[in-house]
T-cell receptor, first 110, second 118 residues
Framework: GEDVEQSLFLSVREGDSSVINCTYTDSSSTYLYWYKQEPGAGLQLLTYIFSNMDMKQDQRLTVLLNKKDKHLSLRIADTQTGDSAIYFCAESFNDYKLSFGAGTTVTVRA | GAVVSQHPSWVICKSGTSVKIECRSLDFQATTMFWYRQFPKQSLMLMATSNEGSKATYEQGVEKDKFLINHASLTLSTLTVTSAHPEDSSFYIC??????????????FGEGSRLTVL
């Protein structure tokens, strides 16, 4: 079965880097994702990583995957107030179903 | 980029009535759509997988007679909450996968529909 866990809250100062962590238990996942959800809105795909990769960088976002420890992280460089949101990690399998973590609420303070 | 639209975005209904929520892929065809339910401050729970032209596949614990799903075309799936009760109040989100999409695994999400049952 799938089980994805995240820390629930993160507070970061504007301009600092944010690191959001996620652990998962099913090693047969094909892709791992990070989604962003702003209040009252749907999910926006931020980035994804194929399960045989270790790292992916996309502008301010860096994803690190430690497959041995089943640990996924998202680093946001130069965090801005617009980055305040809930961030979900998720994993998918060959059937394209997604299994989500509970979400990390990121609050950016001035 | 691909757009998925849900309608209505907000609906309030009386207990015992039925409510239909639409999920449309606006600029692509989707053979498969997924319906999720999200409780306040919680994660998304997959309810069912909707396949165009066939019956939906429901996740364990989801009542198929309560949550009717129809995927009549490659651009539209509907979720009908029948005989709604206050415990059905939730945020319902759909996602869609594009036919023949080379990028494996990307799903596009709708903006969600908030149902409040009085």
């Amino acid at each position: 079965g799938e089980d994805v866990e995240q820390s629930l809250f993160l507070s970061v100062r504007e301009g600092d880097s944010s690191v959001i962590n996620c652990t998962y238990t099913d090693s047969s996942s094909t892709y791992l994702y990070w989604y962003k959800q702003e209040p009252g809105a749907g999910l926006q795909l931020l980035t994804y990583i194929f399960s045989n990769m270790d790292m992916k960088q996309d502008q301010r976002l860096t994803v690190l995957l430690n497959k041995k420890d089943k640990h996924l992280s998202l680093r946001i460089a130069d965090t801005q107030t617009g980055d305040s949101a809930i961030y979900f990690c998720a994993e998918s399998f060959n059937d394209y179903k997604l299994s989500f973590g509970a979400g990390t609420t990121v609050t950016v303070r001035a | 980029g691909a757009v998925v639209s849900q309608h209505p975005s907000w609906v309030i209904c009386k207990s015992g009535t039925s409510v239909k929520i639409e999920c449309r892929s606006l600029d692509f065809q989707a053979t498969t759509m997924f319906w999720y339910r999200q409780f306040p401050k919680q994660s998304l729970m997959l309810m069912a997988t909707s396949n165009e032209g066939s019956k939906a596949t429901y996740e364990q614990g989801v009542e198929k007679d309560k949550f009717l799903i129809n995927h009549a075309s490659l651009t539209l799936s509907t979720l009908t909450v029948t005989s709604a009760h206050p415990e059905d109040s939730s945020f319902y989100i759909c996602s869609a996968r594009e036919v023949g999409q080379g990028y494996a695994g990307e799903l596009f999400f709708g903006e969600g529909s908030r149902l409040t049952v009085l």
